[in-house]
Nanobody, 114 residues
C-alpha cells in the first residue's frame, strides 16, 4: 500500500520559514517524480514545486525564489523549504508522487499570519 505522509505544517508569521517533509512508502521512490501542490480555502489546487528523478526542479511562479524542493532517495523523502512566507501562502499542502500511477498525501496545513 502506497503512503505519502506529510509533516511540518503549522502557524508561522509573515516573512518566516517552514520546511515540509513527505515520507513515501510502498513505492519505488527513486522512479517517481515528486511534487507539492497546495489548495487554499475556496480556491483551486495549485502547483507549487516538482522534482524529477534526477536533479531537475520546477516551481510555480508564485513561489520561485522563495521555495526550494529537494529529495533523498535513500530516505524516501522529499522536502519543501519555504522562506519569506506570505499570507497568500496559507493553504493545505499536498505531496504527490507521479509515475505510472499518481499518488497523493493527506495534506498538511500551513497558515501564515501575524
Amino acid at each position: 500500500q502506497v503512503q505519502l505522509v506529510e509533516s511540518g505544517g503549522g502557524l508561522v508569521q509573515p516573512g518566516g520559514s517552514l520546511t515540509l517533509s513527505c515520507v513515501a512508502s510502498g513505492l519505488a521512490f527513486s522512479d517517481h517524480r515528486m511534487g507539492w501542490y497546495r489548495q487554499a480555502s475556496g480556491k483551486e489546487r495549485e502547483f507549487v514545486a516538482g522534482i524529477g528523478t534526477g536533479v531537475d526542479t520546477y516551481y510555480g511562479d508564485s513561489v520561485k525564489g522563495r521555495f526550494t524542493i529537494s529529495r533523498d532517495n535513500d530516505k524516501n523523502t522529499v522536502w519543501l523549504q519555504m522562506n519569506s512566507l506570505k499570507s497568500e501562502d496559507t493553504a493545505v499542502y499536498y505531496c504527490t508522487a507521479a509515475g505510472a500511477v499518481d499518488y497523493w498525501g493527506q495534506g498538511t496545513q500551513v497558515t501564515v499570519s501575524s
